[in-house]
């Protein structure tokens, strides 16, 4: 098994979800632009100013997608993006940890 580009093994469970994937990509790239942007920032607005109860599921949603990206655009970024990607969730999941913190 290797990645198509000749570069390192691609797992199985990677082409699995990639596989899977695929047709939500697709519908995320044949939808307009800021689509994705304004998914992020609504999610993004619901975990600053939302109660609670509404902000924490945002931000792990948002978590999740970025995760998500993340995990699929991974063999494809280099080292400062890769850390930044790593960064970016872990400080949406300490601000969600947070929020359930402070009420």
Do not use: C, E
């Not at 695929?22 to 942007?37: E, I, M, S």
């Not at 931000?59 to 997608?65: D, Q």
């Not at 063999?75 to 960064?87: D, E, I, N, Q, W």
């Amino acid at each position: 098994m290797s990645s198509p580009s000749g570069g390192q093994p691609v797992s199985s469970m990677r082409q699995r979800l990639t596989k899977i994937s695929y047709p939500y990509v697709a519908k995320l790239h044949a939808a307009p632009k800021l689509t994705l942007p304004g998914i992020t920032l609504v999610l993004a607005l619901a975990g600053v100013f939302a109660p609670v109860v509404v902000a924490v599921p945002a931000l792990v949603l948002l978590a999740l997608l970025l995760g998500w990206l993340a995990f699929l655009s991974w063999p494809a970024v280099t080292g400062g993006p890769k850390f930044l990607r790593v960064f970016s969730i872990i400080l949406i999941l300490f601000f969600a940890v947070s929020r359930i913190a402070n009420g």
